[in-house]
């Protein structure tokens, strides 16, 4: 349930730190719940009205964050919720002083290729996001890391205007 009203069939994303809501979220997806209290965590719900339908998260760590916890109701899918989750999570880390984004997938690699990731070295995502819950859940964990794609995003110039 959404703290505020939102237009019928309107989008609206916000930042939450109700969760409450996220955990139940990502455990009807099957995701990693894991670190989700971490107090530098950046939780964004995307409300489709006042109905939760999408959730992503950013752990920030001095000039990087870990993009973590992408997920959008089934029914949702294919209407762009995924890519503005995305980008909202893309300025919210960099408001926080994020200049790289990172994030582990093991299936969604086209979907972040669009949004300009490149595939980077496992241990150079671990190594920028050390302390992170989830880059330290698969460090502990090397069979599941060993599943892991990493991605990686430059995103130093966003809110640059070159003239």
């Known amino acids: ?36 209290d971490a107090p530098s965590s950046c939780y964004l719900l995307a409300y489709i009205g006042d109905e939760a339908v999408g959730v992503v998260a950013i752990e920030p760590r001095l000039d990087a964050a870990l993009i ?23 300025k919210a880390a960099h408001t926080r002083g994020a200049r790289h984004l990172y994030l582990f997938s093991t299936d969604r ?25 989830q880059a330290e859940y698969y460090r502990a964990r090397p069979d599941e890391l060993a599943r892991e794609v990493t991605w990686h995003l430059d995103i130093s110039r966003d809110g640059i205007i070159d003239r």
């Open 109 to 133: 690699g086209d979907f972040f290729r669009r949004l300009g990731f490149e595939q980077a070295p496992v241990e150079e995502t671990l190594t920028a996001m050390r302390g992170a819950p």
């Open 68 to 90: 973590r916890s992408l997920w959008v109701a089934d029914a949702m899918r294919s209407r762009g919720i995924g890519a503005k989750l995305m980008a909202a999570a893309r």
């Open 1 to 36: 349930m959404a703290l505020k009203k939102h237009r019928p069939g309107e989008l609206a994303i916000e930042q939450t730190r109700n969760l409450g809501v996220v955990r139940a979220m990502l455990e009807r997806a099957a995701m990693l719940t894991d670190g989700l």
